[in-house]
């Protein structure tokens, strides 16, 4: 059992504890001894137990582990859509960061200490900016790949977002608060920065274009920033022009190495390119190129974009992702080595110069041997913040949601979606989180308690993309239903189809009748419900509901489930209602968990 149910489970025994010792007043000194009993039980147990939860062990997912526990590792090390990584080693410890789009907070930031591990240690934006224009619903938009460099005792991250230019943030601890944003290089179609500083103390950054706002694309440019590195200081200058033999380059990662300058790019498009680099003596080029790694005969489509990394002991490692379609853009970690002053990414089995991606392999050799761990998926709710997987759809307005640590749960308030929605693609307090395998279960336990004045309320659990999917419970007026709800085609503005289920008095009355547990019917006002989603092989969902936590009532069908705007689907949370009024229902969430199919 976790640690975190450990403790839900011995706050409810100790408080049924409490209350026999309170009906013992007729017996005084046994009343004494089960005080004495219950403060060390409950004391005792409840904060040995909640120490456990808390002392930041790390997370081990149950649905995927990259580390095989024997030395050796399988691809992907990250199963889940962290797209366009890039990663620094900072002494012993790497650092990585991914494109976060419209999600806030912004610019996940994952920690490892051996390239295999990895955890969520925090975001680097806790808004998106401009506040006003990430208010409402930006799929697509916001943050495209970042990169992140560590100089002179700070770590920068530069990010783009296409329709406004590229930004600069800053920490001293990656783990702490990042500085506000400030505008490098102002322009629309301006994506993928990366800097480089030079030797002569020259400060340079690489670039591309996104032809969906710049009118061009496939082409790689080289700015001028000034010393600080947070202004541009001429418009930059054409470095590489892939048209011909390397469409849709982009991504630019800069480096320097025994005197040439290297661009490490993916051309040929995201689920069916190649990783190339470049070179040069000059840092304007011209450059060679070479391309250092493509599919070959592995499953491992468009092996491309991502981060060049050594170990202290000097081996050199390549992170990069794949495109699974509605999983997203999942990581994958590769051997690399140095032949020529050239890189070799994945195994050159054919001596070609052209590695091929890896499934299976060494882990790399850092000098010991690190606890298994992965990001961070399952939510009891019993701190003062979400887990660090949670992403709204848009920058959260503060009557959202609310921790309740004491009562160990997650509080929504249903709100209002835009006057204008066609359907939960423009609605912005969508909770959110990567979908973490191929095959896994998904589970939320809640309590609804609607509003008897509003018409309209529903609360439940979402699977999110370009087409939709939920399970939610539904009060109007405060009489509530069970409805399942889908969404084909949300992103083009088609309108969403919902099913009834069932009456939720009548499902109590029967599920009574049958013996089992259920709320008392009289309490319409606050029901208890467990909802859950089976992800299966190929991303096909299935729902299904219960009133004690072990009877499942499928409901009928499967929702395929698809890719949202450049991100892979997502699942969560959600509390929504229609109208206005001076108090609105909500949904206590006691925990929301993943696990392997069963």
Not at 177 to 197: N, Q, R, T
Not at 217 to 227: C, E, G, I, Q
């Amino acid at each position: 059992m976790e640690a975190e149910t450990i403790v839900k489970d011995t706050v409810r025994t100790c408080k049924n504890a409490l209350k026999t010792i309170g009906a013992a007043k007729q017996y005084p000194l046994w009343r004494s001894s089960l005080w004495i009993a219950s403060f060390i039980l409950c004391g005792g147990t409840v904060a040995a137990q909640k120490e456990s939860a808390t002392s930041g062990k790390p997370s081990v997912s149950k649905v995927w582990l990259a580390d095989l526990g024997n030395g050796k590792y399988k691809n992907p090390v990250l199963n889940a859509d962290y797209s366009d990584p890039d990663a620094i080693r900072v002494g012993d410890d790497y650092y990585m960061i991914a494109s976060s789009f419209d999600g806030v907070p912004g610019i996940p930031i994952l920690h490892s200490k051996d390239l295999v591990n990895w955890t969520i240690i925090g975001h680097a934006l806790t808004r998106q900016i401009p506040e006003a224009h990430f208010s409402k619903t930006q799929h697509g938009n916001g943050v495209w790949a970042p990169a992140i460099r560590y100089h002179k005792g700070e770590f920068y991250i530069y990010y783009p977002d296409p329709d406004f230019g590229i930004y600069l943030i800053k920490a001293k601890d990656p783990r702490g608060e990042w500085s506000a944003p400030v505008m490098v290089a102002e322009g629309i179609g301006l994506i993928d920065p990366c800097p480089l500083w030079d030797e002569d103390g020259k400060v340079y950054l690489a670039y591309a274009y996104a032809g969906s706002r710049a009118g061009i694309k496939s082409v790689l440019a080289v700015k001028r920033l000034n010393a600080a590195g947070d202004r541009a200081i001429d418009q930059g200058q054409l470095v590489y022009d892939g048209h011909e033999d390397d469409p849709t380059i982009e991504g630019p990662k800069f480096y320097k190495r025994n005197g040439y300058y290297y661009l490490f790019a993916p051309a040929g498009g995201v689920s069916t390119g190649w990783q190339l680099v470049l070179r040069s003596k000059n840092v304007y080029g011209p450059y060679e190129r070479k391309v250092v790694m493509d599919q070959g005969s592995s499953p491992i489509n468009g092996p491309h974009q991502g981060a060049w990394v050594d170990t202290p002991g000097g081996e050199d490692w390549f992170l990069h992702f794949q495109d699974k379609g509605p999983y997203g853009r999942v990581v994958h970690l590769q051997p690399m080595k140095w032949v020529k002053d050239w890189p070799v990414i994945g195994l050159d089995v054919a001596g070609t110069g052209i590695g091929t991606p890896v499934l299976e392999y060494k882990k790399p050799a850092v000098g010991k041997v690190y606890p298994i761990s992965t990001p961070a998926e399952s939510d009891e709710f019993n701190e003062n913040r979400m887990g660090l997987q949670w992403q709204w759809q848009a920058n959260p307005e503060a009557t959202w949601a609310f921790m309740n640590p004491g009562k160990g749960s997650l509080r929504l308030f249903t709100q209002a979606g835009p006057e204008d929605m066609n359907s939960y693609w423009d609605v912005p307090n969508l909770l959110l989180q990567k979908f973490p395998a191929e095959e896994f279960m998904a589970t939320a336990k809640l309590i609804f308690n609607a509003s008897a004045k509003l018409e309209e309320e529903k609360v439940g659990l979402i699977i999110m993309g370009r087409s939709y999917a939920n399970l939610a419970l539904k009060s109007n007026k405060g009489q509530l239903s069970l409805v399942y709800t889908t969404c084909m085609d949300a992103a083009k503005g088609k309108k969403e189809q919902e099913i009834k289920i069932t009456d939720w008095k009548e499902t109590l009355a029967k599920e009574k009748l049958k013996g089992n547990f259920v709320p008392p019917i009289s309490h319409v006002q606050a029901e208890e419900v467990y909802l859950r989603v089976k992800v299966n092989k190929g991303a096909l969902c299935n729902f299904s509901y219960s009133l004690d936590g072990k009877n499942f009532i499928a409901i009928p069908g499967s929702f395929q489930a698809s890719e949202g705007q450049w991100i892979g689907a997502k699942m969560g949370l959600f509390a929504v209602k229609k109208g206005k009024s001076n108090d609105s229902g909500y949904a206590d969430v006691d925990w929301f968990r993943v696990e392997a199919i069963q």
